[in-house]
Nanobody, 127 residues
Framework: HVQLVESGGGSVQAGGSLRLSCAAV??????????MGWFRQTPGKEREGVAA???????VYADSIKGRFTVSLDQVKNILVLQLNNLTPEDTAVYYC???????????????????WGQGTQVTVSS
């Protein structure tokens, strides 16, 4: 079992930056046996995959955020970080971190393949 707690959301103006953190309450061995991902959701829309760190530490990004967001994993502290730069109002959403076992590399950003979820943190970007 993996318990996830996000932090770092907030309100910024367009062009600003935020840093989201996801702390995992689990042993390092357990934590690193999962693919770790960031997802976001706005009212009335499906949860969207943003970025993920696979078990082999490879990273995957959604096309919509490539070049602006960076995902990283501190394996010592069991913290997953998402650095959000050059934010736009379209990035406004609740951001969730998740742990799971995607069935293939193609599915790394599929929310249905993730078993454990944090409570979410709100990111609001104003124009």
């Amino acid at each position: 079992h993996v318990q996830l707690v996000e932090s770092g959301g907030g309100s910024v103006q367009a062009g600003g930056s935020l840093r989201l953190s996801c702390a995992a309450v689990a042993s390092s061995a357990t934590y690193r046996s999962y693919c770790m991902g960031w997802f976001r959701q706005t009212p009335g829309k499906e949860r969207e995959g943003v970025a993920a760190v696979d078990i082999d530490n490879s990273t995957v990004y959604a096309d919509s955020i490539k070049g602006r967001f960076t995902v990283s994993l501190d394996q010592v502290k069991n913290i997953l970080v998402l650095q959000l730069n050059n934010l736009t109002p379209e990035d406004t959403a609740v951001y969730y971190c998740a742990a799971g076992h995607p069935k293939s590399l193609y599915r790394v950003l599929w929310s249905s393949d993730y078993q454990y979820w944090g409570q979410g943190t709100q990111v609001t970007v104003s124009s």
